[in-house]
């Protein structure tokens, strides 16, 4: 194939994929977090599974942010610097965008995401950076998430409505689906509708993903504001699409949707309560299996399962049968990495042999990232000469409350290695690189959200793929995963059986988590270590549906209604 026949092929894409974020690799500063994650494993399946598929997102030229731990535990941010032009090519076409009383140009930058068999799923960066453009104009699109209302109604106008247009302009004529991964996307659908004039059309090539079931999750303008950045552009049924009283983007991609999904079985019953008079199915999310495998695991997939399992997720339900032994040797490499990592950026030296518990996530209120300092003295005694802790994770540079959580876990960290010689290290600029690390690295993945505010989350399936145990609270994937296989792993607090579990305070789960951990994780780790590893498979077979093949393949049936067979059996 020439590579004029490998862009006519891609242009004949059938799906478009909109995402605020999408995170491409892990040096590439495009993504802030787990929606961005998720994006781009979405990206790379499909490039593997061969769908015809094209992604379209901002470039960032700040990024999201570095994060540096300053000597007294607050972080603190720096603008990244980088420079795209050797990660992604220039495409030659420029397009307007009329905000305000001006006219705004915005180019792209192209990004080709390549599966196993040379499948191309190309993805374009929207750009303002440019010189025709007014020196405001050209900050647009400079970091990812800005605080500020009018720099993000913005961002969300360039990526759904620059978005179409771009496709367009680069001869991208085929596409019966426009999906957008979270409401930021959803302007799209006014651009549609002032091509197509009718909500029937736009409805029918609208499909749409909800991530968040916490409302502040969800974008909501202020009609003022919408109003002076579309001025008399904005289609006369706005309101009626979007809310009366405030421009609602969740609710405007539910009115302009033909499909809408949830992405953790828990979270769709919570987002069809939320939205009662939508139809809202629920699509598991996944992770993409190769590029979350450490790789030692990597290997010892490959010589005991056979290579296929990069195509059929189901070979992992055969991890059972691998070899304890090997599956132990793997784990301590990837440990070994870890710590040699931490122990070059921080001065608490960690202890190959000690059990090591990790947590690393956005840090943020509902996460609860204080809660296994609950009670400090309790804490210290479990844990001294026991089990050793890494902890990471950015958060908002505008989230205050969150700022001072990371201050308060260096100060407990100073205190518990002063008075119990207990180490706990926190690690600077959570990134994919360093997610990769973590969670083949640890013995145990910690999560304790507070119930059901936990959309999916996805770095316990990257632990769990890894033989990494999940130590986590009944929410999102987990709900689902524990119920599997209850040996994958140790739930937090009370079943989603239990009907007062949503009103468990923060003490009665940090009561349950300490005694697991003295009772069950930590004897089993010194004392039974056959019995763990039997279950580090178990968690390996858990990812034989928690994988973004099967995901993809999903999206590919009931969303985009492409294709009954599954994708992976055209490839073997
Ligand atoms: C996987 C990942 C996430 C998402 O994990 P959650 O469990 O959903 O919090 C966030 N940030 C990074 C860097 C990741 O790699």
Same mark, same amino acid.
């Given at each position: 194939?020439?590579?004029?026949?490998?862009?006519?092929?891609?242009?004949?894409?059938?799906?478009?994929?909109?995402?605020?974020?999408?995170?491409?690799?892990?040096?590439?500063?495009?993504? +802030?977090?787990?929606?961005?994650?998720? /994006?781009?494993?979405?990206?790379?399946?499909? /490039? #593997?599974?061969?769908?015809?598929?094209?992604?379209?997102?901002?470039?960032?030229?700040?990024?999201?942010?570095?994060?540096?731990?300053?000597?007294?535990?607050?972080? *603190?941010?720096?603008?990244?610097?980088?420079?795209?032009?050797?990660?992604?090519?220039?495409?030659? *076409?420029?397009?307007?965008?009329?905000?305000?009383? $001006?006219?705004?140009?915005?180019?792209?930058?192209?990004?080709?995401?390549?599966?196993?068999?040379?499948?191309?799923?190309?993805?374009?960066?929207?750009?303002?950076?440019?010189?025709?453009?007014?020196?405001?104009?050209?900050?647009?699109?400079? *970091?990812?998430?800005?605080?500020?209302?009018?720099?993000?109604?913005?961002?969300?106008?360039?990526?759904?409505?620059?978005?179409?247009?771009?496709?367009?302009?680069?001869?991208?004529?085929?596409?019966?689906?426009?999906?957008?991964?979270?409401?930021?996307?959803?302007?799209?659908?006014?651009?549609?509708?002032?091509?197509?004039?009718?909500?029937?059309?736009?409805?029918?090539?609208?499909?749409?993903?909800?991530?968040?079931?916490?409302?502040?999750?969800?974008?909501?303008?202020?009609? +003022?504001?919408?109003?002076?950045?579309?001025?008399?552009?904005?289609?006369?049924?706005?309101?009626?699409?979007?809310?009366?009283?405030?421009?609602?983007?969740?609710?405007?991609?539910?009115?302009?949707?033909?499909?809408?999904?949830?992405?953790?079985?828990?979270?769709?019953?919570?987002?069809?309560?939320?939205?009662?008079?939508?139809?809202?199915?629920?699509?598991?999310?996944?992770?993409?299996?190769?590029?979350?495998?450490?790789?030692?695991?990597?290997?010892?997939?490959?010589?005991?399962?056979?290579?296929?399992?990069?195509?059929?997720?189901?070979?992992?339900?055969?991890?059972?049968?691998?070899?304890?032994?090997?599956?132990?040797?793997?784990?301590?490499?990837?440990?070994? #990495? &870890?710590?040699?990592?931490?122990? +070059?950026?921080?001065? *608490? &030296?960690?202890?190959?042999?000690?059990?090591?518990?990790?947590?690393?996530?956005?840090?943020?209120?509902?996460?609860?990232?204080?809660?296994?300092?609950?009670? =400090?003295?309790?804490?210290?005694?479990?844990?001294?000469?026991?089990?050793?802790?890494?902890?990471?994770?950015?958060?908002?540079?505008?989230?205050?409350?969150?700022?001072?959580?990371?201050?308060?876990?260096?100060?407990?960290?100073?205190?518990?290695?002063?008075?119990?010689?207990?180490?706990?290290?926190?690690?600077?600029?959570?990134?994919?690189?360093?997610?990769?690390?973590?969670?083949?690295?640890?013995?145990?993945?910690?999560?304790?959200?507070?119930?059901?505010?936990?959309?999916?989350?996805?770095?316990?399936?990257?632990?769990? &793929?890894?033989?990494?145990?999940?130590?986590?609270?009944? #929410?999102?994937?987990?709900?689902?995963?524990?119920?599997?296989?209850?040996?994958?792993?140790?739930?937090?607090?009370?079943?989603?059986?239990?009907?007062?579990?949503?009103?468990?305070?923060?003490?009665?789960?940090? #009561?349950?988590?300490?005694?697991?951990?003295?009772?069950?994780?930590?004897?089993?780790?010194?004392?039974? =270590?056959?019995?763990?590893?039997?279950?580090?498979?178990?968690?390996?077979?858990?990812?034989?549906?928690?994988?973004?093949?099967?995901?993809?393949?999903?999206?590919?049936?009931? /969303?985009?209604?492409?294709? $009954?067979?599954?994708?992976?059996? +055209?490839?073997?």
């Amino acid at each position: 194939m020439t590579k004029q026949d490998a862009e006519n092929n891609q242009k004949s894409a059938k799906v478009a994929y909109f995402s605020m974020e999408i995170a491409l690799e892990g040096d590439v500063p495009t993504y +802030s977090g787990g929606l961005g994650v998720l /994006a781009g494993d979405t990206i790379r399946s499909a /490039a #593997d599974l061969q769908l015809p598929l094209v992604g379209i997102t901002l470039t960032y030229n700040a990024g999201y942010f570095y994060q540096m731990i300053a000597p007294d535990g607050r972080q *603190v941010e720096r603008d990244i610097r980088w420079d795209f032009s050797s990660d992604f090519e220039k495409v030659d *076409v420029k397009i307007k965008l009329d905000l305000q009383d $001006k006219s705004l140009t915005v180019g792209a930058w192209r990004y080709d995401a390549i599966g196993r068999s040379g499948h191309v799923v190309p993805v374009y960066l929207l750009d303002t950076d440019l010189p025709e453009n007014e020196p405001w104009q050209r900050n647009l699109t400079r *970091v990812l998430y800005d605080a500020s209302p009018f720099q993000r109604i913005v961002q969300e106008m360039i990526l759904g409505i620059c978005g179409v247009r771009m496709l367009k302009k680069l001869g991208y004529n085929e596409i019966n689906t426009f999906h957008m991964n979270e409401g930021h996307a959803a302007f799209l659908i006014f651009e549609l509708f002032d091509q197509y004039k009718k909500m029937e059309e736009v409805k029918k090539r609208c499909v749409f993903t909800t991530h968040t079931p916490v409302r502040a999750g969800h974008d909501q303008f202020e009609y +003022s504001l919408v109003q002076d950045v579309f001025r008399d552009r904005l289609p006369a049924n706005a309101r009626d699409l979007a809310g009366k009283d405030l421009c609602n983007m969740t609710q405007l991609a539910l009115n302009g949707s033909r499909y809408a999904n949830a992405v953790a079985e828990k979270h769709g019953e919570i987002s069809r309560r939320m939205f009662p008079e939508y139809d809202i199915d629920h699509i598991t999310n996944g992770i993409h299996m190769s590029f979350w495998l450490s790789p030692y695991m990597h290997s010892l997939f490959d010589n005991e399962l056979g290579t296929a399992w990069h195509h059929d997720y189901h070979s992992l339900e055969g991890a059972l049968d691998l070899n304890s032994t090997e599956v132990w040797r793997a784990h301590q490499k990837s440990k070994y #990495d &870890l710590l040699d990592y931490e122990k +070059s950026h921080s001065w *608490v &030296l960690l202890d190959e042999k000690m059990l090591t518990i990790g947590y690393a996530r956005r840090i943020t209120e509902y996460k609860r990232p204080l809660l296994l300092f609950s009670d =400090l003295e309790r804490f210290a005694k479990i844990s001294a000469g026991k089990a050793q802790f890494i902890f990471a994770g950015k958060c908002h540079p505008a989230d205050n409350q969150a700022k001072s959580f990371i201050k308060n876990i260096n100060d407990f960290s100073d205190y518990l290695w002063n008075s119990y010689k207990v180490r706990v290290v926190f690690l600077g600029n959570y990134d994919m690189d360093l997610s990769k690390l973590m969670v083949s690295g640890v013995d145990v993945w910690l999560n304790n959200p507070r119930r059901y505010r936990e959309a999916s989350g996805t770095s316990g399936m990257k632990a769990a &793929l890894n033989g990494v145990l999940n130590f986590s609270v009944l #929410d999102g994937w987990w709900i689902e995963g524990y119920k599997m296989d209850p040996k994958a792993g140790w739930a937090i607090g009370p079943g989603t059986d239990d009907p007062d579990a949503e009103k468990k305070d923060d003490a009665s789960d940090a #009561d349950d988590l300490y005694t697991k951990l003295q009772d069950e994780i930590i004897p089993i780790y010194r004392k039974n =270590l056959d019995d763990w590893r039997e279950r580090m498979k178990h968690a390996i077979r858990l990812v034989s549906f928690f994988n973004t093949h099967r995901m993809v393949e999903q999206y590919a049936e009931k /969303a985009y209604k492409l294709q $009954k067979q599954p994708l992976w059996k +055209s490839l073997l």
